[in-house]
T-cell receptor, first 118, second 115 residues
Framework: GNSVTQMEGPVTLSEEAFLTINCTYT??????LFWYVQYPGEGLQLLLK?????DKGSNKGFEATYRKETTSFHLEKGSVQVSDSAVYFC?????????????????FGKGTHLIIQP | SQTIHQWPATLVQPVGSPLSLECTVE??????LYWYRQAAGRGLQLLFY??????ISSEVPQNLSASRPQDRQFILSSKKLLLSDSGFYLC??????????????FGQGTRLTVV
């Protein structure tokens, strides 16, 4: 079945540091990949996504590239801010059929708690 | 625009009591609907999903049930809560039919504490 593995943390960095959160996946077919962010006490918000190999998703200074050869989708940011402190989830879509959007929901990693210190 | 509402935001219930969490979606029709649970240190677990009224699929055996009485309403229930039901419950929706790369949109969550 589908699975997502990501570093759990907590990851503690100083403001303006470079961020990498690793994510690898196992899936059949051609999944789409996502990064979601969860701020304290809130639901999940989509941060970025990629739908095919070599696609790069980007938003708010964050980037991730869909690497089919290494089955990875690592999240990066060049200079983090205190406001980036949150839990980050890597996820993939559960496709029932090739090319279709899955009705069986997303498969998530366990989440990485990121703490940015001023 | 589409919005998703989930309530209550927090809930404290005694063991053995019933549960009803409600989720509604506005601004779209015929969505896929999902209930997830987030337990500390265990990430997000898909509990139920629904592709239409009265159509519920369960991902894991458990003490909970789900119903979809209307197109944009999804309810999570239990007849008797267990301590292990404590957690953060998230409702989500996605468009149907889904296209490649379609993401899910999440509600704000319900923090359930069973005491």
């Amino acid at each position: 079945g589908n699975s997502v593995t990501q570093m759990e943390g907590p990851v503690t960095l100083s403001e303006e540091a470079f961020l990498t959160i690793n994510c690898t996946y196992t899936a059949t077919g051609y999944p789409s990949l996502f990064w979601y962010v969860q701020y304290p006490g809130e639901g999940l918000q989509l941060l970025l996504k990629a739908t095919k190999a070599d696609d790069k998703g980007s938003n708010k200074g964050f980037e991730a590239t869909y690497r089919k050869e290494t089955t990875s989708f690592h999240l990066e940011k060049g200079s983090v801010q205190v406001s980036d402190s949150a839990v980050y989830f890597c996820a993939l879509s559960g496709l029932k059929e090739r090319g279709g959007g899955g009705a069986d929901g997303l498969t998530f990693g366990k989440g990485t708690h990121l703490i940015i210190q001023p | 625009s589409q919005t998703i509402h989930q309530w209550p935001a927090t809930l404290v219930q005694p063991v053995g009591s019933p549960l009803s969490l409600e989720c509604t979606v506005e601004g779209t029709s015929n969505p896929n609907l999902y209930w997830y649970r987030q337990a500390a240190g265990r990430g997000l677990q898909l509990l139920f999903y629904s592709v239409g009224i009265g159509q519920i699929s369960s991902e894991v055996p458990q003490n909970l049930s789900a119903s979809r009485p209307q197109d944009r309403q999804f309810i999570l229930s239990s007849k008797k809560l267990l301590l292990s039901d404590s957690g953060f419950y998230l409702c989500a929706w996605s468009p149907r039919p889904g296209r490649r790369g379609t993401e899910a949109f999440f509600g704000q969550g319900t923090r359930l504490t069973v005491v």
